[in-house]
């Protein structure tokens, strides 16, 4: 997969959610040079998870990546949308989620809470200064 313009893309909800003993090899994966996205595979039979920073948090925990990694370009690419979407840049759109935290570990550390505080979509605010804690 390190050699193609195939991204892999993982499903740490999924394994989670279903009780599963192994996670998919993130880690391993990553280390040999495959792009490696996450996928929430949202559904009702295999994994009932609608939060972001949760399955982010998952793949922290279970497939050993860091927040760093979970937050990838390679999410966009495997869409085939890494030339229009998936980082700050001129020319591309500016869809861009804004944490209310510290440090990205604190994503993977404080499990089950919502930690987006805005939501800019096609460099529209649709989400403004959310309180987190009222």
Do not use: Q
């Amino acid at each position: 997969m390190s050699k193609s313009e195939t991204v892999a893309v993982l499903l740490s909800g999924t394994s989670f959610y279903l009780n599963l003993d192994e996670h998919a090899p993130a880690r391993m994966m990553i280390e040999k040079g495959a792009a490696v996205a996450l996928g929430s595979d949202f559904n009702p039979g295999s994994c009932h998870i609608f939060s972001l920073p949760m399955i982010l948090a998952l793949a922290c925990l279970h497939l050993k990546m860091t927040p760093e990694e979970a937050l990838t370009l390679n999410s966009a690419c495997a869409l085939g949308l890494g030339r229009e979407i998936g980082v700050l840049h001129e020319g591309y759109r500016a869809d861009i989620t804004i944490y209310d935290v510290a440090t990205l570990e604190e994503i993977r550390y404080n499990i089950g809470w919502n930690p987006v505080k805005s939501v800019i979509r096609n460099g529209a605010l649709v989400v403004a200064d959310k309180k987190l804690y009222s």
